[in-house]
């Protein structure tokens, strides 16, 4: 028995059935896109220093890596200093420094979750300590007691990072919906273009205030306004110039390749270092990465080199810019070469003469 036609003005059922499917895709996609980076994060080789004799250090690090095989990176210092050094760098995310004076440093903001796993071991540490002297004959209670020290914290409006960390999924959605409507709204190359770079310093300027004001961000003002809008400009840039040169289906590259890929694995809630390799350090080449990286550092780590973030956030922006340019040349070329509705009855009327 054949299928009833459908009724006029409804949906045949094989397209709802199907788009339906899709939905339950996109969706599926989104969760786990975005759960996926969190259930497989696990500490791996997180650089921190160990300051102190040589002999010494080397025990350490062997103890380290019997108690916790692959989460630490160790790296041999002099002294005390050498070691607060790279993690104001933010080469290291802490460090164990050894000695008459034990000490466990930590940089709360670089990491809280590996600072709260190096105040751990400062437990484990005392015992060493306190065996070590005991094997010396030293009193018991005589040895020196493990001073636990945040080298770079937090700061007290943000005393667990959160807003920091937060704020990079509005900057994503930011870039998208700003890309998204000038693509859909705006027409003329100039015009884009102008609406792009209005957008972004605007965008710039009033999200850093708001992050400021909200206790977010700590660096100067104008270098976290222009992080922000090179973030905005770089990925509704590159949706305006993908729409530009593809028409309609431009748009899905905003939500493909920044919300679904880029976005999850940014590393703005946790050390690159906990993400499985290489999506971690592949995260820090996109705006959502590359932007959470630098806030950071503009906020908390002012010696640290930031020319990386600086460059792939500024790549970004120029691919978008050079997008909307090449979909304006191709599209204006196309326009030059094709013949236009009344040119071809002229034609005509010339070959009907000859």
Do not use: C, K
């Given at each position: 028995m054949n299928a009833l036609p459908p009724r006029p003005g409804t949906t045949p059922w094989p397209?709802?059935?199907?788009?339906?499917?899709?939905l339950v895709a996109l969706v599926s996609a989104l969760v786990l896109a975005f759960l996926w980076p969190s259930v497989t994060a696990d500490p791996r080789d997180l650089p921190i220093a160990v300051a102190g004799p040589a002999e010494q250090v080397t025990q350490v690090e062997a103890g380290l890596e019997a108690s916790s095989p692959?989460?630490?990176?160790?790296?041999?210092?002099?002294?005390?200093?050498?070691?607060?050094?790279?993690?104001?760098?933010?080469?290291?995310?802490?460090?164990?420094?050894?000695?008459?004076?034990?000490?466990?440093?930590?940089?709360?903001?670089?990491?809280?979750?590996?600072?709260?796993l190096l105040g751990e071991r400062a437990t484990?540490?005392?015992?060493?300590?306190?065996?070590a002297a005991a094997a010396h004959g030293a009193p018991v209670g005589s040895a020196p007691t493990v001073v636990l020290t945040d080298v770079v914290p937090l700061s007290p409006d943000d005393a667990r990072g959160t807003t920091l960390a937060a704020a990079t999924f509005p900057l994503v959605l930011g870039g998208l919906v700003g890309g998204v409507a000038i693509a859909l709204v705006v027409r003329g190359t100039g015009r884009r273009l102008a609406g792009l770079g209005a957008y972004a310093v605007g965008g710039g300027l009033m999200i850093a205030a708001i992050l400021h004001g909200?206790?977010?961000?700590?660096?100067?003002?104008?270098?976290?306004?222009?992080?922000?809008?090179?973030?905005?400009?770089?990925?509704?840039?590159?949706?305006?110039?993908?729409?530009?040169?593809?028409?309609?289906?431009?748009?899905?590259?905003?939500?493909?390749?920044?919300?679904?890929?880029?976005?999850?694995?940014?590393?703005?809630?946790?050390?690159?270092?906990?993400?499985?390799?290489?999506?971690?350090?592949?995260?820090?080449?996109?705006?959502?990465?590359?932007?959470?990286?630098?806030?950071?550092?503009?906020?908390y780590f002012p010696g640290a080199d930031?020319?990386?973030?600086?460059?792939?956030?500024?790549g970004w922006a120029v691919l978008g810019v050079g997008l909307v340019l090449a979909g304006s040349v191709r599209g204006g070329t196309s326009r030059s070469t094709a013949p236009t509705a009344t040119s071809a009855p002229a034609v005509d009327a010339l070959a009907t003469v000859h």
């Open positions: 397209r709802t059935l199907g788009l339906t499917l899709g692959g989460v630490l990176d160790v790296t041999a210092v002099a002294d005390r200093s050498e070691a607060v050094a790279l993690v104001e760098a933010r080469d290291a995310y802490g460090a164990i420094v050894l000695g008459p004076a034990p000490e466990i440093l930590t940089a709360s903001a670089a990491s809280p979750v590996v600072a709260q484990a540490l005392q015992v060493q300590v306190d065996a909200m206790g977010g961000l700590h660096g100067a003002f104008l270098a976290d306004s222009a992080a922000v809008a090179l973030t905005l400009l770089g990925i509704s840039g590159t949706i305006v110039g993908a729409t530009t040169i593809l028409g309609r289906p431009g748009l899905a590259v905003g939500p493909v390749v920044f919300l679904l890929f880029a976005n999850p694995i940014s590393a703005a809630a946790m050390p690159v270092e906990m993400l499985l390799s290489p999506w971690g350090a592949m995260g820090q080449w996109f705006p959502p990465g590359a932007s959470a990286t630098l806030l950071r550092t503009l906020s930031a020319s990386f973030p600086w460059l792939v956030l500024g």
